[in-house]
């Protein structure tokens, strides 16, 4: 378990099903990632649950959870390249009620002190939808900086948004 003060990382049980299927299920929480919103039904997400359960890849996922030993959410980082020692993270709150608690931000901190002195990563990247507001500026205040934009990239809800690339060295 990777521990802070506010939350802690763990890796994911068969247990967490449900509510990685609620959070699935939920376009607040998905529509600005990779995946975008994509409803899917408990059986897919078992499918898709057993695969995750794979200690061997280049993706690490952690379910994050709060100090009442809550599942609040997902972070993971993924695409690990082991030559050039990069990788990109992802993350989300899956319970709103959450939100805006400095969870997210202590959850990423653990994550890339944990890539840094235990994978020996040296760079992460990310990509983030312009207007995820809360997202981009998250990224910012965690000190990743702009180094790219995809125009009309993304397709969500009927029209396409700007991709924003970030990256920070640890
Ligand atoms: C992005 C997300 C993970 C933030 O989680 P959170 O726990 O609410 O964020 P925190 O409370 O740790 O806030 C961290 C920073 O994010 C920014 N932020 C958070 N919520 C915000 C909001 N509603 N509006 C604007 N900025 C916001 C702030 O800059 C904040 O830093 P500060 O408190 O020092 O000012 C959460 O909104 C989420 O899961 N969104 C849906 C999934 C997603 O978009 N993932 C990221 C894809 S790139």
């Known amino acids: 378990m990777i521990k802070g ?3 802690y990382l ?4 068969k247990s967490d099903l449900e ?19 994509m409803p899917i039904s408990i059986d897919q997400q ?26 609040i959410g997902m972070i993971g980082l993924y695409d690990i390249n082991w030559i050039h020692r990069t990788c990109e993270i992802g993350i989300y ?7 805006g608690n400095g969870y997210g931000k202590e959850a990423c901190i653990l994550l890339e002190d ?4 235990y994978l020996n990563i040296r760079k ?7 207007d995820n ?9 965690l000190g990743y900086k702009k180094v790219g934009e995809l125009v009309r990239e993304r397709f969500i809800k009927g029209e396409y948004h700007n991709l924003i690339i970030m990256e920070k060295f640890l």
């Open 5 to 7: 003060e506010k939350v």
């Open 10 to 13: 763990r890796p994911i049980l």
């Open 19 to 37: 509510y990685l299927n609620k959070w699935k299920n939920d376009e607040g929480v998905y529509r600005f990632l990779g995946g975008g919103f």
């Open 46 to 71: 078992e499918k898709w649950l057993d695969s995750m359960i794979d200690l061997t890849g280049n993706n690490k996922r952690f379910i994050i959870c709060d100090r009442q030993d809550s599942p």
């Open 93 to 99: 709150i899956g319970d709103k009620s959450s939100y």
């Open 114 to 117: 944990f890539a840094r002195d």
């Open 124 to 130: 992460i990247k990310l990509n983030v939808v312009i």
């Open 133 to 141: 507001e809360a997202a981009y500026n998250m990224w910012n205040v």
